[in-house]
């Protein structure tokens, strides 16, 4: 049967879930929210405009102008932007849940769910996926990357490809400096401090900026493997 395929991604062996939403970020799987009761959810349409005599935003809404049923164990593929909520916070709350439940031909910018009260924030235990998908990208045979490429990896999935070096670093450095191996278990290999380690601003490229394992990661070495995974496909 289909359904002994679709299991959640915090229970995939040789494979952690934050590995799983990079790849659904990067458009290499899908992943989905299985919806757990049956439900009804209506839209209503916003629109700002400016007051032509004040000059001030106003917000008009129009409620109800769609709605949508939702049936138990229903699927519901998850957007790009949903996949980075989840990648940032480990969860979809409940001012997010449009990214969500909007239906392919509402806009999320222009309508919100008109009731959130009878909805739950989405966690990362509720997210599945097609274990058949797993192999067609080849993540049970893909070897572990080192902590600190894992580390830039992770930083650009949530940050963008177009992100600075800079930023790439300080956010790696603030999952460090906040120990949280929980959601980033990389953070336990990388460090950030010591004597033989200077900051980012140093302009010297061949400094040692961070060190993973206790081996030195330089500035010219970072920068030229954040450049090779932006390009990573």
């Known amino acids: 049967m289909e359904a002994d395929y ?12 934050f590995d799983l939403l990079v790849k659904g970020i990067a458009g290499e799987l899908e992943l989905y929210y299985a919806v757990k009761d049956d439900i009804d959810i209506s839209f209503d349409y916003i629109e700002e405009h400016i007051c032509p005599e004040t ?8 409620e109800g102008v769609a709605s949508h049923k939702y049936m138990r164990e229903d699927r519901i593929p998850l957007s790009h932007e ?12 409940l001012q997010k849940l449009i990214l969500v439940y909007i239906p392919f031909d509402l806009d999320t910018h222009n309508h919100r769910i008109s009731s959130i ?6 966690q ?7 274990t058949r998908a797993i192999k067609n990208v080849g993540i049970e045979e893909e070897s572990d990357p080192s902590p600190h490429i894992t580390a830039i990896r992770s930083a650009i ?5 177009r992100v600075k070096n800079e930023k790439i670093y300080n956010w790696i450095k603030s999952q460090v400096q906040e120990k949280n191996s929980t959601q980033y278990p990389f953070v336990d290999d990388l460090k950030f401090s010591g004597s033989d380690i200077s900051p980012y601003s140093i302009t010297v490229q061949s400094v040692t900026i961070f060190t993973y394992l206790d081996k030195p990661v330089s500035k010219q070495r ?3 493997i954040c450049s090779e995974e932006r390009h990573r496909k």
């Open 117 to 122: 009260e009878k909805l739950s924030p989405i």
């Open 124 to 130: 990362i235990e509720d997210i599945y996926i097609d």
């Open 222 to 224: 970072f920068q030229d």
């Open 6 to 17: 679709i299991k959640p991604i915090t229970t995939i062996k040789n494979s952690n879930y």
């Open 157 to 161: 999935a949530v940050l963008g490809k």
């Open 55 to 62: 000059q001030q935003s106003q917000i008009s809404v129009e």
């Open 82 to 93: 949903a996949l980075k909520e989840l990648a940032l916070h480990r969860v979809i709350g």
